[in-house]
């Protein structure tokens, strides 16, 4: 094992899961350390410094949603991805809006559920690296210099285009809710289907198909996500 392979803290008060979620993470390569509730996770967190948490949220001491609180209002910024059998929207949302990276339901897939652990990885490495300059596939965004360009050539937005788009660039490859980008671009002050009509307007100038969007992706009645290569 690579001493210096990313951590990774399971959370799940079920020995199965976190022996399936122990051999499959290990196999990519991954540090695994396990907890099976929620204030031994807040402890493993403290000490052991983990570059990513797997969160189950049915816990047997305190709700998946309160250690998410926890982590959060303490200012520890370790990316958490939520791994649970509740498929309903609205505890998607709660959890993601508390400050939850990615969210999968169970039953899920190993190759999707390592593309998300690498996707919020990235994210932490880009947060860390402050990179003035995004770019993914063909998309660029200078964020120093406000310039968006599309296969090299510049792509024009109104105000309210660029600020989506810099919010989305500054967590890519994190689901952001409806609430989040509505209170930081509009201060709350507004209904989900303007923001709805601005990311509409703003695939149509960046998205090679706006149908079939590949920067932007919609997190079905969650909120979006921007795509990082």
Do not use: C
């Not at 949220?57 to 998946?64: A, I, T, V």
């Not at 652990?117 to 210099?145: K, M, N, T």
Request: no cysteine; glycine share 8%.
């Amino acid at each position: 094992m690579n001493a210096n392979a990313p951590t990774i803290l399971i959370v799940d008060d079920e020995p199965p899961i976190r022996r399936l979620l122990r051999t499959s993470v290990g196999s990519q390569g991954f540090q695994v350390i396990e907890a099976g509730d929620g204030r031994s996770a807040l402890a493993d967190v403290e000490r052991a410094r983990p570059d990513l948490v797997i969160l189950d949220l049915g816990l047997p001491d305190m709700d998946g949603l309160e250690v998410i609180r926890a982590l959060r209002d303490g200012g520890n910024a370790v990316p958490i991805l939520v791994l649970s059998s509740r498929a309903d929207e609205k505890g998607k949302v709660e959890a993601l809006d508390l400050g939850a990276d990615d969210y999968v339901t169970k039953p899920f897939g190993t190759a999707e559920l390592f593309a998300r652990i690498r996707a919020a990885l990235r994210h932490r490495l880009q947060q860390q690296g402050e990179q003035p300059v995004f770019r993914s596939g063909d998309l660029e965004v200078d964020l120093v210099r406000r310039i968006v360009r599309l296969r090299g050539d510049e792509v024009k937005l109104t105000p309210k285009e660029y600020d989506i788009l810099r919010m989305l660039v500054a967590h890519a490859g994190k689901v952001l809710t409806h609430r989040m980008l509505m209170n930081e671009i509009w201060g709350g002050e507004t209904d989900v289907q303007y923001l709805r009509i601005y990311v509409r307007q703003l695939r149509q100038k960046i998205e090679a198909n706006p149908e079939q969007p590949r920067h932007i992706l919609t997190e079905t009645g969650i909120g979006y996500r921007l795509r990082m290569d």
